[in-house]
């Protein structure tokens, strides 16, 4: 029998183990010395149990040498604690055990920071010392969660016949969407492998092959600037399907998703999920991933102050842009100060002004007043449900500066006000995405998803007429504001994919140069097909309320994309460039 | 509802849906025509089922269109085939369905080759068009499998208390083992990351992190020669255990080995598999991976011919090589051209000669016979156990290339012998390999395994004295006399790990530049720790009876590392180059 097989799970024991001898194995939590006695806190994946180590053992001197982190090998007697000793605060609190036999199986290090939930320490550090950071019970939980969910996913999708098929990593560059990693080939001088941004063409091709239901838990990599809580490389859910329309693919997806939260929130999410297509939840919300865990809709005024003598909302409407209002509640005592500064607030988002109507005790307040006529005025705060006590604010400008401005400007509020109610869990699938928008730097059309989103039927006129109004058969998941994935039922006939490229700008000839085999595939009998991939990293944040996707994974990059710890990325030998046909090219450094 | 949820698979359907309407979507297998109607085998994921298309239908043009792989949607009734038309080959061979209504949702042209199991076309041109090589009912069981044993092992760890913890793609380059693909930086000019040999010290700090039980089934890459049927890129189940001894781990990786290979052949697996020690592999099959579906062990004959008269034995011996010999049953009659032919196979493994005595029914015949008394004639032939109609062969050689050449020999007579059984499994463990071997290249050691296995607790004195007589706590799986994967325990103490890379030739500076965060990681609380990996592709390869592991990774690449079908590697834009700060370095095309 091994120590391993007969070892019991410090966080297991409970008063029923009274008496019964048992095998610990873990990590020495803290040690206290208190009347001749040594006490340790135990700790191993499973929790912590108090080991007694009294004078009269035969190793009490090796009992001595316990400091934090050391991890030793520990038989003994399990016993109920003296009344009055126990804890209730420790699941473990109504025993202890009391040591027959130690061994120290390794010793440590004062360690850099102490292994506790709430550790008051840089993240840098937590970083550096990744294999300290993970072993704080909270990063325990989240990597069994992690696990527990990726096999959840699989499950669900084994368990509806689809097959997890594993899709290359050393892929082809294309130009389209975000930078690419790029590896150099040892064998073919001169060229280049790619790391996949996803495995959207090879998931098609496994339609194509027949495959019918395909799933995959699969890394990506984008060579972005990491602002925004990204990392160089992220884990995504990948689903594809043939012969399916939207209604196959949302339904399905909004039974795992709740299966998972209901799973580890034990809350209630009601289905079908709320639905708006992207034009309403710019309307509404003026973001295509709105927060709906609050209300603060946007208002259209333009019916009202069309007539109005303020010249800022009249001239917009005249040049075309919108004016939209939200009302905030129960705001009308809010200070100058604050007001001024969330004019400043919108003005970052290109907004040229707030203007705002305060429905004070004492009547209304605004510097815009003047400009309205009193029935103006009421019809104004009628449209908005405006009562005494609340503040109406307006922004008059282009239609996108307004979503955006006015868009950040609710979610601000929103915190502010404290309107998030704890807790919530607020999901809803956002569709009808523009196909295309058109690039000014570019000056051509770029894919809102991709290049090989459907348009919708209904809209195959309009892409030849006028492209940028073209709706696709896209649709993104959402939850509390923040996209949890997405995607679209494909294109799968040959000439609508060439005239998709064509609206991209390619030339026939890039096209084919870069995504031939896709298009050739298509002449083979391509059955129709759509899918969606979902950002695991983003999940499990959400689920375990993390505040950043660097805390669900086991070793992150930072935000310069290098891991503190092992030191990646490094400076490698020169036989090794050399091997792979290349050489460095830094030119700054050169000169300097 | 959709079309999809309405739809039957083709291939489930029996003689029980007589008289049921239902809904097929699939490709058209081939289309016959006769008496005026159309036949046609509708072929999805499931299977095969023949459609009927009357010309009274009202889209008879619609079916007189259908051409091989064109996908189609069909509404028709089930009906039993009349008797003498069923087909008792095909599982839906009771019945046909007579279409109502044909949609044609995607047409195709004539594939490159026929979509069915025993396709007779290069592999080249089965890589190119792999989407049409998937379709082939050989392939889709194949990808069924490999998903379903990936979910078994999955759930198998996860029902086991196993967290399954990504590790990182983009890591650091490190000298020892194979090449490193690698990945230039652009945040970080003139370093590059490494794409993972294996999650090896990922893993151990996941033991130093508390994570006490991980599994993974990860891609790894390896830029070696593809010679031996390897791939750039290639999946492992990689598992690490905390507190474990070898005997924690060896069973239950039998468990699940024999638990998969019993699901999927039916196969009773004996369970525990035989052990063999390295030594004793070597000794009796002058391999690590024995394959021992069939007997024909070495005999060591050392002790009958060393009081012969045979200079080329006796040298041998007075050198300390090695004389061994197998006896090769009922072979008397081969001819003396085969027997030459064989002395020539041994020559490529560096054998000087092969000697062999004939037992044929008129006695012995051998060219060596005259070396030896009769009395020693005798004795070697009752040591190795020879029988009228024998053939004793003989190497006479240093002890390395007796194995290797007298071991290749082995199994190439069990070819032509016959002597494999049909379907025969043959598991075993090989256990307590080197530590290190002697690198001649290099002049200096190298680990057998890897750096981090764990010298076996008596021989560490010995690893002082002579490094390379110690023995490693690791350990392979074989099946059939092919490597299904291995495993060790891991040193997780500092200092013997640094003495093993003191041992390897590194410099302190070099080691700690290497690998100082696993060094620095090992002083704060290190558990023991061991696991193993197994390779994913050769395990499906051999469960699913394909000769090559291109045939169980849907989207392989060749032995020059390219991908056919979408023409991986490739040129990428200069300024994709610039940002990595890299340039092209390809002096032998330029001074062309």
Known sequence: MTVLSERIEAGSLRANYDGQVVRLLGW???RRDHGGVIFVDLRDRSGLVQVVFNPEIPN??????????????????????????????????????????LEILNAAKTPAFYIQDDVDVDETVRLKYRYLDLRRPEMQKVFKTRSKVSQIMRNFFDSRGFYEIETPMLTKSTPEGARDYLVPSRVHPGEFYALPQSPQIFKQLLMVSGMEKYFQIVRCFRDEDLRADRQPEFTQ???????????DILPMMEELIAGIFTEFTGKDIPRPFVRLTYKEAMERFGSDKPDMRFGMEFVDVAEVVAN????VFTDTLAKGGRVKGICAKGCAGMPRRELDGLVEYVHQFGAKGLAYIVLGEEGVKSPIAKFFTEEQLQELISLMRGETGDILFFIADKESVVAEALGHFRLELGKRLDLIPEGALNFLWVTEFPLLEWDEEQKRFVAIHHPFTAPMDEDLDVLKTEPGK???????????GIELGGGSIRIHKRDVQEQMFELLGFT????????????????????????IALGLD????????KDTIRDVIAFPKTQSAADLMSHAPSPVADKQLKELHIKTNIPDLKTK
């Open 28 to 30: 020495v939590q803290r």
């Open 60 to 101: 009490f001197t090796t009992a001595e040498r316990l400091r934090s982190e050391f991890v030793v090998s520990i038989l003994g007697r399990v016993r109920l604690r003296p009344e009055g000793a126990t804890n209730p605060n420790l699941p473990t609190g109504e025993i202890e055990v009391v040591a027959e036999e």
């Open 237 to 247: 859910l990948d689903v594809e399907m043939s012969f399916v329309e939207v209604e």
């Open 308 to 311: 109005s003598n303020f010249k």
């Open 470 to 480: 073209a709706r696709a058969k896209a649709y993104d998941v959402v939850l509390n």
């Open 508 to 531: 026939p000839e890039n096209a084919r140069a870069q995504f031939g085999f896709l298009m050739d595939a298509f002449e083979y009998g391509t059955p129709p097909h759509g899918g």
């Open 538 to 545: 983003r999940l499990i944040m959400l689920l375990t309320g």
